[in-house]
């Protein structure tokens, strides 16, 4: 029997919280009986101990923000500027993060305390410190220059591992990132499977929910790649989806208070018992099948093939697979479904795709690996899209060991990272930053009455795939390609990303092959998922966003992304 979340969260906090007031009461109480020989009655006692409570705590507090401050000194470094709140805890940022959720464009209140306190900042809710940056130098020495000072975090992992156990699968990244194939024939059924689900539903006057369509198709793909072609389809599905469901349960969980929620039951127990009814007798069958096989397996085994030849152990192999299904499956779909939605605002890039797709691969085919690296445009396309959409927009790492983040300028003193500070870094943000991406760009429509001819200060907001072609690669990216990290960076770079790339390549050629245009329908987006009408006078990509980004540890378009699309003529006999 598990113990309760809950009950563990209060377990832990104890020394820290009671112990401080505990030992001033007997200090104080031990003072006037033996100094002044005063002995206070229980009630007395009782409330003299509440009284020092509060007392001890803040003097503990004080006590470690001078400890911090006399660390920073020591290193001649700075603590990064404090959002300031009004309430105790932080309950007024916490409540101001809510509205953004509720009713705001994503990272819109981030937004605005960078432009008050700077692109690396500090944020302390629930007593816990937290450092916030979208500040490519600081976001480097998290993920790769500074990267033993940092862990996934504690809290994070604590949040995680009843979902992601403890898989550590790195030796088996060659795996995916061979461009295989057999994983071409994958996407190739399932591309073709969604497009005949897509022009059924079309023809029959019916807008379709593309970001639900592509899920189901990643999912298909996803599951294959790992279990094989036995793998029944259905429980497959049905895996995914209480994975998901776990997942959610996950990001809801915010720092280590999330246990106070879900204090006697862990939320995310029932999902996984589900999950293992399923994945059991799959993965003991792969090992008992694969025990002892020899080394070189064969060119189209199945990932969890693959893994079951190194162990076969049932716990690894399931949080191996797990992990991986978890990773590629919401991440592509999400990418595909923001790239088809800046497609429909974008006709003229539409249209400049399709000709390279048709005059690279032709119309009836699905492309080859030289194919794939042919279409610079397609790639820039993707790159666009995950820069404006990356598809995890908010990360953390926690600090284990005292550090600084470096100073930006010469003779800027850096900024001090105690042991044990979350470190959120916002990617969402840092490729928006019109500093790092250039005011330079031919369009600004994030402005009312901008035209062609206007200079466009906020050109880093539009999209605009050229810039990952022209000039502009080598006078931002090129110098610091920190700037641009939709896979993250470092040893725990995304290890799936050459599969990925090639995923979606494959099914945005065999999309563009069948269907020549796409709008949104937005009468067929439930209304509750319009952008708010207050959006018109916000900063940002706000005025002109056509949908709701949110995210849950990945981005996806809040009610689903509604959209028709035209059939291209002459396909197939269409
Ligand atoms: C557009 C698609 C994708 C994006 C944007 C993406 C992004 C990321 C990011 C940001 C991380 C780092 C998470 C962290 O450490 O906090 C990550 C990790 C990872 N990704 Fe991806 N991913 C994508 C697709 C895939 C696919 C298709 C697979 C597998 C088939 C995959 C497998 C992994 C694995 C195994 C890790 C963990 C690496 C480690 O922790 O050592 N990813 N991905
Ligand atoms: C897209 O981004 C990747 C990763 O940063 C980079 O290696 C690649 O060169 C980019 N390609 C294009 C065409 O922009």
């Given at each position: ?311 076969q152990d049932y716990n690894v192999l399931k949080d191996e697979t797990l992990n991986i299904m978890l990773a590629g499956r919401d991440t592509t779909s999400s990418t595909l479904t923001f790239c088809l939605y800046m497609l429909s605002q974008h006709p003229n890039v539409m249209k400049r795709l399709r000709e390279e797709i048709l005059s690279v691969v032709g119309d009836n085919r699905g492309p080859s690996i030289e194919e794939l690296r042919e279409m610079k445009y397609l790639r820039a396309v993707i790159n666009e899209t995950l820069r404006l959409f990356p598809v995890v927009p908010l990360n953390s790492r926690t600090s284990v060991k005292d550090t600084v983040f470096p100073g930006l ?166």
């Amino acid at each position: 029997m598990a113990v309760p979340p809950g009950l563990m969260l209060v377990a832990k906090k104890l020394p820290t919280r009671v112990f401080p007031a505990a030992a001033a009461f007997i200090v104080f109480i031990s003072v006037l009986r033996l100094g002044f020989h005063i002995y206070p009655s229980y009630w007395a006692q009782a409330l003299l101990f509440l009284f020092l409570f509060p007392i001890s705590l803040t003097v503990y507090r004080y006590g470690q923000l001078w400890s911090v401050l006399h660390r920073a000194r020591a290193r001649g470094a700075v603590l990064p500027p404090n959002v300031p709140s009004e309430r105790l805890a932080g309950l007024d940022l916490i409540r101001k993060m809510k509205e953004n959720d509720a009713s705001g464009y994503f990272g819109e209140k981030m937004e605005k305390d960078t432009e008050l306190w700077g692109n690396t900042h500090g944020l302390e809710i629930m007593f816990l410190r937290r450092v916030v940056s979208n500040e490519p130098e600081h976001v480097k020495a998290i993920l790769a220059t500074d990267f033993t000072s940092f862990e996934k975090g504690k809290v994070f992992f604590e949040q995680q591992e009843t979902l992601l156990g403890t898989g550590v699968f790195n030796s088996d990244g060659e795996m995916w990132n061979k461009e295989r194939i057999s994983h071409f024939e994958i996407f190739n059924r399932h591309a073709e499977d969604m497009i005949i689900q897509a022009k059924e539903r079309l023809r029959d006057g019916y807008a379709i929910d593309f970001q639900d369509l592509v899920a189901r198709f990643t999912l298909d793909s996803a599951t294959e790649f790992l279990f094989g072609h036995d793998f029944k389809s259905l429980s497959a599905v049905l895996v995914g989806l209480r994975a998901g469901a776990g997942q959610v349960v996950a990001a809801r969980r915010a720092g280590e208070y999330w246990r106070l929620f879900e204090f006697w039951k862990n939320g995310i127990e029932d999902e996984m018992r589900v999950i293992d009814g399923f994945l059991r007798p799959i993965i003991m069958e792969a090992a008992q099948k694969n025990k002892g096989a020899d080394d070189k397996g064969r060119e189209d085994e199945s990932l969890l093939e693959h893994m079951a030849r190194l162990t076969q152990d049932y716990n690894v192999l399931k949080d191996e697979t797990l992990n991986i299904m978890l990773a590629g499956r919401d991440t592509t779909s999400s990418t595909l479904t923001f790239c088809l939605y800046m497609l429909s605002q974008h006709p003229n890039v539409m249209k400049r795709l399709r000709e390279e797709i048709l005059s690279v691969v032709g119309d009836n085919r699905g492309p080859s690996i030289e194919e794939l690296r042919e279409m610079k445009y397609l790639r820039a396309v993707i790159n666009e899209t995950l820069r404006l959409f990356p598809v995890v927009p908010l990360n953390s790492r926690t600090s284990v060991k005292d550090t600084v983040f470096p100073g930006l300028k010469p003779g800027q003193k850096p900024w001090f990272i105690p042991k044990g500070t979350l470190c959120v870094y916002s990617i969402w943000q840092m490729h928006r930053r019109t500093d790092l991406w250039g005011p330079d760009g031919a369009i600004s429509f994030c402005f009312p009455g901008a035209d062609a001819n206007d200079t466009a200060p906020h050109a880093a907001l539009d999209f605009d795939p050229d810039r990952f072609l022209d000039a502009r690669l080598k006078k931002y990216l090129t110098p610091n390609p920190f700037i641009f990290l939709p896979f993250n960076a470092g040893p725990r770079i995304c290890l799936g990303q050459q599969f990925a790339y090639n995923e979606l390549s494959f099914m945005l050629v065999r999309l563009l092959q069948a269907f020549s245009g796409v709008e949104l329908a937005p009468d067929a987006q439930p209304a509750w998922s319009h952008p708010p009408k207050e959006w018109k006078n916000k900063g940002g990509r706000a005025p002109v966003e056509k949908i709701w980004p949110r995210s849950h540890l990945t981005l996806y378009s809040k009610g689903g992304l509604w959209v028709r699309m035209t059939e291209a003529k002459d396909l197939n006999g269409a």
